[in-house]
Every structure is written in C-alpha cells, then in structure tokens.
C-alpha cells in the first residue's frame, strides 16, 4: 500500500510563500496522478491542483490560479505545492492524494492520502 508523507505547512503572513512537498513510498504508475486538496473545519475537501505523474500535465482551482504552482521530482517520487502571495482564506490542512484517474478533482477519485499539513496565513 502506497504511503504519502506531506511535510512544509507552517504559518506565514498574507502576501509570503510557503512550499509543500508530499513524498510517495513507492513510485507511482504511469497512468496515476497526484493531487492537492484542502480543507477547513467544517466543511468539505476542495481540490487546489493536480499533475499527472507521467506527462506532468497539471491544472489547478481557478481560486489558486497564478500563485500556487504544482511540480514532481520523479527521481524522489516527490510532488511539491509552491504557494505564493498567500491570502487568509488559504488557511487549511493541505493534504496530498494519489489518483488512478490520472487527472482526477474529486476526493472519491483518489485512493491514497496523506496525514495532512497544516497551513495558516495571517493577516
């Protein structure tokens, strides 16, 4: 069974950067994808931005659209989320998932997820 470790979250001033990394235990399949989501207490899981780990096609949430950036190390199995110009309303547990859909953006299309990083943006 595939394991994902997220680490990076932290909490930063609105307008900083932070940049989450979530390692896999195993390389994924070619066909696989690796997504971000987020989630505030309360409500449900959003996704933030997806890359597909063979072609590295990527997409995002219009709401992250131009600040937040998507990437992989293929060599670390490792996929990481650049986040900059961060606002309050980024305030989340960040999780990472792992998806044979390959460009999946629903949670019921993802298999495996990680613990969670906490990510808190101060006015």
């Known amino acids: 069974q595939v394991q994902l470790v997220e680490s990076g979250g932290g909490l930063v001033q609105a307008g900083g950067s932070l940049r989450l990394s979530c390692a896999a235990s195993?390389?994924?399949?070619?066909?696989?994808?690796l997504g971000w989501f987020r989630q505030v207490p309360g409500k449900e899981r959003d996704f933030v931005a997806g890359?597909?780990?063979?072609?590295?096609?990527?997409y995002y949430a219009d709401s992250v659209k131009g600040r937040f950036t998507i990437s992989r190390a293929s060599a670390k199995n490792t996929v990481y989320l650049q986040m900059n110009s961060l606002k309050p309303e980024d305030t989340a547990v960040y999780y990472c998932?792992?998806?044979?859909?390959?460009?999946?953006?629903?949670?019921?299309?993802?298999?495996?997820w990680g613990q969670g990083a906490q990510v808190t943006v101060s006015s």
């Open positions: 890359i597909g780990w063979s072609d590295g096609d990527t």
């Open positions: 998932g792992l998806t044979d859909y390959g460009l999946g953006t629903a949670t019921y299309e993802y298999d495996y």
């Open positions: 195993e390389r994924p399949s070619s066909s696989y994808g």
